[in-house]
């Protein structure tokens, strides 16, 4: 394989209306786009009432994917990146689909978070603008959720709403008919839904307001082809737009403003929520960008500086947040490292995954001491379960939650597991182990501690003259293996000249 084949990257997004593949690669910071493909799904249409998939939509979306399959056999795997979006956050079954999708794309797909999406989208669109000094906001409009993002060289505010071009439109214009009732109820949805972001992302927030996504670039198509301007989407523009649409009654017959047959069942509701903001944000004209999820994506996996920074600034700021103590963290993190080679036989996760797991839930194992001392493995496991962490997918937090609620006490199984999360006790072992060798909170100069597989666990041999120097470590060792045989796991200790 060629340098040049090992610095391309691909991004696959399984957005709510489209899926989408950009294949590329950075060039001296610049994106040079080496294939692109676009495949409508319509996968929130498959969201019934009950929160499940349906089976009709799921399988219509794994066919596309075996396509996209063949498109990226080249890709080197490391270099593949497939994240969902709305529809795969909010799907009771997106398990069932995730699994069999894995199977056919041949890698892990990352389930994003709302505020992990817009912050990948701003990135998108600030590669692509001239000037990082400019304060901007940014709109996504996709197919079931919409995004909010102000910020300059990074997003700074973010809000994911549940209003999109695919769900606003199968639930006001089911039929494909439009009508100014109609058209008026959706837009008045759409304003309830935005009302409330005018304070951090009104007029006055920001310098330039920019949309990407499908559903911005058709507008805007749509407006230069009633009233040729300058590429701008203005109010005036956009409420012409709506005239001509409710004239024409049917979404077909917005054909003569250049809307493609896969385009005009989900216009309608994508246009209301692009009108209500306008009117409750104040925004006077809007800039259309060609890049949005899938570049902000693709350049943070082909710089992979970028990547690690964001992540350490959510670890930096979440140390500060709850005021972790740096220098235990430190403690712990260096022998979690030390001693996670010696179970890697043992691991039931990659082992790239694990070491980036383990050493974030040693930095923050005690974020839920502010909370309470009492029960703040428990604290700190929700907080991390359900907190907002840029750079970091769903799979990773729900493996570093299940860290931090095991790292001490009874071990815990969960109730539920989720997409590609399985229970690593080996990983559970390291981290206590480290906590627990570091419970004085000083630093000192530790025994050698060897971890030996065995039958029903482990066997842990330290230093019998160092144990008998620290007989509460020795107790508390000794308790261990009661916690951990409880739930299964025995762990011998075994003293050693």
């Known amino acids: 394989m060629t340098e040049e084949n090992r ?31 676009k495949d409508t799904v319509r996968l929130a249409q498959g969201l019934q009432h009950d929160g499940l998939l349906d089976e009709d939509v799921m399988t219509r979306a794994l066919e596309s994917l075996g396509v996209f399959a063949q498109q990226v056999r080249n890709v080197p795997r490391q270099n593949l990146r497939v994240v969902g979006t709305n529809t795969l956050r909010a799907a009771r079954n997106a398990t069932d689909f995730l699994e069999r999708a894995e199977r056919v794309i041949g890698v892990p797909i990352d389930v994003i978070s709302g505020q992990e999406e817009g912050r990948l989208i701003f990135l998108g669109v600030v590669k692509g603008h001239a000037g990082t000094s400019v304060r901007r906001l940014v709109i996504d409009i996709g197919g079931g959720s919409t995004e ?3 910020g300059k060289r990074s997003a700074k505010r973010i809000e994911s709403l549940f209003i999109g071009c695919v ?17 008026e109820r959706a837009l008045t949805l759409a304003r309830a839904e935005i009302q409330h972001l005018a304070e951090g992302f009104g007029a006055g927030r920001w310098d330039e307001a920019v949309g990407s996504s499908g559903t911005v670039r058709y507008v805007s198509a749509a407006i230069d082809a009633l009233m040729p301007g300058d590429h701008l989407i203005t109010l005036e523009g956009i409420q012409r737009l709506v005239r001509h649409m409710i004239t024409g009654r049917k979404v077909e017959a917005l054909a003569d403003v250049g809307l493609s047959g896969d385009r005009q069942p989900v216009f309608p509701g994508g246009l209301a929520i692009l009108h209500a903001a306008f009117l409750e944000l104040g925004i006077q004209q809007l800039h259309v960008s060609d890049y949005a999820l899938k570049e902000g994506v693709l350049y943070e996996l082909a710089d992979q500086g970028q990547y690690e920074d964001t992540r350490r600034k959510t670890i930096d700021y979440l140390c500060k947040q709850f005021q972790i103590d740096r220098q235990q963290s430190t403690r ?11 179970v890697r036989d043992q691991l039931v996760v990659e082992p790239e995954f694990a070491e980036q797991a383990l050493r974030a839930a040693a930095e923050l194992h005690e974020l839920g001491l502010t909370i309470s001392h009492s029960g703040y493995h428990k604290h700190g496991a929700y907080i991390l379960e359900n907190a907002d962490m840029p750079g970091f997918s769903r799979r990773e937090q729900t493996m570093l939650s299940f860290l931090v609620l095991n790292h001490r006490r009874k071990l815990r199984v969960p109730e539920a597991t989720s997409y590609r999360f399985r229970p690593d006790w080996a990983l559970v072992l390291v981290l206590r182990l480290a906590c627990l060798f570091n419970r004085i909170r000083v630093d000192q100069r530790l025994p050698a501690i060897r971890i030996l597989p065995a039958r029903k666990g482990w066997t842990l041999e330290v230093a019998a003259d ?15 293996n009661e916690f951990l045989a409880a739930a299964g796991h025995a762990l011998a200790l075994k003293r050693v000249p």
Do not use: K
Not at 466 to 480: F, G, K, T
């Open 7 to 37: 610095s391309v990257c691909a991004v696959l997004d399984l957005g709510s209306n489209s899926f989408h593949l950009l294949v590329g690669r950075l060039d001296e910071g610049r994106l040079v786009t080496i294939d692109r493909r």
């Open 148 to 150: 909010f993002i102000v």
């Open 466 to 480: 160092w144990l008998a120097q620290h007989p509460l470590v020795e107790e508390d060792l000794r308790a261990e």
């Open 332 to 342: 712990v993190e260096r022998l979690a490292r030390q001693l996670l080679p010696q």
């Open 167 to 183: 769900s606003m439109s199968e639930r006001f214009f089911p039929d494909r008919r439009v009508t100014e009732d109609r058209y």
